[in-house]
């Protein structure tokens, strides 16, 4: 079955760390740029990380600069992001989705998240 | 950053409605422009990628439109399955931003 699948989650004091990681199935995952978003619940879906195929090549959002790292290890088919200095803001379910490159008709390349996981939840509090 | 609106930030509408959201991009970005289905629990999922390309799988009730700044999604028929709520994303440069998102509930 084609399938991300999260894990890491949970509760951590502020200040704390947590690593997540992502699992994928069903796909060459090495052929895939993978994306970390973030939503707390109720409101809109955040960009926060993004990684290059080969690993060689990473992005963050301006939130967390500094304090996340995403990484990724592709024999075991796996994303990872590390994330230090968590804060209450950092709250949030944390999706990892992949990213497929199109067409189109002018032959121009575009992109897409077109798949995702079902998310893990992180909870930072006293 | 390139900021995303979207409009309305809710309706209420009924199945077999027609429905059009509205998305627009602070700067122009031309054809990049992906819209996404989230129903409530649930991861979101691809609809349209290229303004007005329509993913694999997904009903062709759904379509796309516009470049440059202003984008729409029309849903031409509205079914149970469609009450969710509906966000626009710019894959035009990092960040990749997303529009606030529109809820679609039962009127």
């Known amino acids: 079955e084609v399938q991300l699948v999260e894990s890491g989650g949970g509760l951590v004091q502020p200040g704390g760390s947590l690593r997540l990681s992502c699992v994928a199935s069903?796909?060459?995952?090495?052929?895939?740029?993978m994306h970390w978003v973030r939503q707390v619940p109720g409101k809109g879906l955040v960009w926060v990380s993004s990684?290059?195929?080969?690993?060689?090549?990473?992005d963050y959002a301006d939130s967390v600069k500094g304090r996340f790292t995403i990484s990724r290890d592709n024999a075991k088919n796996t994303l990872y992001v590390q994330m230090n200095s968590l804060r209450a803001g950092d709250t949030a379910v944390y999706y990892c989705?992949?990213?497929?490159?199109?067409?189109?008709?002018?032959?121009?390349?575009?992109?897409?998240?077109?798949?995702w996981g079902q998310g893990t939840m992180v909870t930072v509090s006293s | 950053d390139i900021q995303m609106t979207q409009s309305p930030s809710s309706l209420s509408a009924s199945v077999g409605d027609r429905v059009t959201i509205t998305c627009r991009a602070s700067?122009?970005?031309?054809?990049?422009l992906n819209w996404y289905q989230q129903r409530p629990g649930k991861a979101p999922k691809l609809l349209i990628y290229?303004?007005?390309s329509l993913q694999s799988g997904v009903p062709s009730r759904f379509s796309g439109s516009g470049s440059g700044t202003d984008f729409t999604l029309t849903i031409s028929s509205l079914q149970p399955d469609d009450f969710a709520t509906y966000y626009c994303?710019?894959?035009?440069?990092?960040?990749?931003?997303f529009g606030p998102g529109t809820k679609v509930d039962l009127q």
């Open positions: 989705a992949r990213d497929s490159f199109y067409y189109d008709s002018d032959g121009y390349q575009h992109d897409a998240f077109d798949m």
């Open positions: 069903g796909f060459t995952f090495s052929t895939y740029w």
């Open positions: 990684i290059n195929s080969d690993g060689t090549s990473t």
């Open positions: 700067q122009s970005i031309s054809s990049y």
């Open positions: 290229a303004a007005s």
């Open positions: 994303q710019q894959s035009y440069t990092t960040p990749r931003t």
